[in-house]
């Protein structure tokens, strides 16, 4: 088990987590919560209704007049409208915010090198009119998913997330408990799965409410491995 402490990155939440059971492990260089309990019991959540911490994933951002002609140069998929995604070779994801702004997801399991590379490749001085977002320092990243998961979106966001009205690759710049927040629908291997950003600095306070509003559908924590079992 890792212990999140020894690592440079790690969610704001680690301790909280911590406190609650979790068990770390390293990806890419930081400490993920990977495991709450039993496996078995996990999966069982995540089908009904899971919430995991992915904060420790890369994830970053573009905005600017040529923030999205650069990125499709470097070889990336970006919706032609705003509030779209699109998913990428290797399993990372493009979210279209605005005309000019654009987030950048990984893959679940971490693997992809995909924000690591357009994150690096940015020209720095005389390139596209723009600039990097640096999300990974400013948002903190939850997944939502499960059968109840639209269900428990209803108390929360004024947005309806139901499959019916937010199609699978629809994105809400919205507020969930009073909290500015963006979320992704995003399916996970069958499940009905959303990833919600907010502010890194609203996290403490989004987590035990999303947590609390689980509890009704018998929801609560789930692990990254969970959801990384989910799609192999």
């Known amino acids: 088990m890792t212990d999140p402490a020894s690592l440079p990155l790690r969610t704001p939440l680690w301790r909280v987590l911590a406190a609650s059971g979790a068990r770390f492990a390293e990806v890419n260089g930081g400490a993920i919560a990977d495991r709450f309990g039993d496996e078995a019991d996990e999966q069982e959540r995540l089908r009904r209704l899971g919430i995991a911490d992915l904060t420790p994933l890369p994830h970053t951002g573009f905005k600017g007049a040529g923030a999205i002609d ?116 995003a399916d996970l291997g069958g499940v009905l799965a959303y990833h919600l950003l907010c502010d890194r600095a609203s996290a403490k306070y989004l987590w035990p409410v999303l947590l609390d509003a689980a509890e009704e559908f018998g929801g609560g924590p789930v692990g990254h491995a969970a959801l990384v079992a989910q799609v192999r």
Not at 116 to 139: E, I, M, N, T, Y
């Open 70 to 185: 650069w990125l499709r140069s470097q070889g990336l998929f970006v919706p032609s409208t705003r509030n779209r995604t699109t998913g990428q070779l290797g399993g990372a994801l493009v979210a279209r915010l605005s005309d000019t702004e654009v987030l950048v997801l990984s893959d679940i399991a971490g693997e992809s090198d995909l924000v690591g590379k357009v994150d690096a490749a940015w020209p720095v001085g005389s390139g596209p009119r723009g600039w990097p977002l640096p999300r990974f320092d400013s948002h903190a990243w939850f997944w939502v998913g499960g059968t109840h998961a639209a269900a428990m979106f209803a108390k929360l966001c004024a947005v309806d997330l139901r499959p019916r009205a937010f199609a699978g690759d629809a994105v809400a710049q919205t507020s969930v408990a009073r909290t500015t927040a963006i979320v992704i629908r």
